[in-house]
Nanobody, 119 residues
Framework: QVLLVESGGGSVQAGGSLRLSCAAS????????MGWYRQAPGKQRELVAR???????NYADSVKGRFTISRDNEKNSVYLQMNSLKPEDTAVYYC?????????????WGQGTQVTVSS
């Protein structure tokens, strides 16, 4: 079993910045891709950014140039630096990890952290 714990959410005014962190814990696993998704009220969960173990990243068009995803493989952690935040970035942000445990490749989700951007 792998546990993902997120931190760093909060409230900020438009134009501000926040940094989200997510750490994976457990035993006998390695992590492949990691990513951040978000879900706003009344909307489907959507991809924000993903990063491979080797560091290749891709972003949703809506956050390109404003958000930066990074990871620390030694710490089994992924981060999301969010700059120039807009009210439409308001959502619950979820950490995601594709984990390799022996022959299995399960996917795990964090509990979510609220990000609120006021105008």
């Amino acid at each position: 079993q792998v546990l993902l714990v997120e931190s760093g959410g909060g409230s900020v005014q438009a134009g501000g910045s926040l940094r989200l962190s997510c750490a994976a814990s457990g035993s006998s696993f390695s992590i492949n891709d990691m990513g951040w998704y978000r879900q706003a009220p009344g909307k489907q969960r959507e991809l924000v950014a993903r990063i491979s173990r080797g560091g290749s990243a891709n972003y949703a068009d809506s956050v390109k140039g404003r958000f930066t995803i990074s990871r620390d493989n030694e710490k089994n952690s992924v981060y999301l630096q969010m700059n120039s935040l807009k009210p439409e970035d308001t959502a619950v942000y979820y950490c995601n990890a594709v984990v390799i445990i022996g022959p299995m490749i399960p996917e795990y989700w964090g509990q979510g952290t609220q990000v609120t951007v006021s105008s």
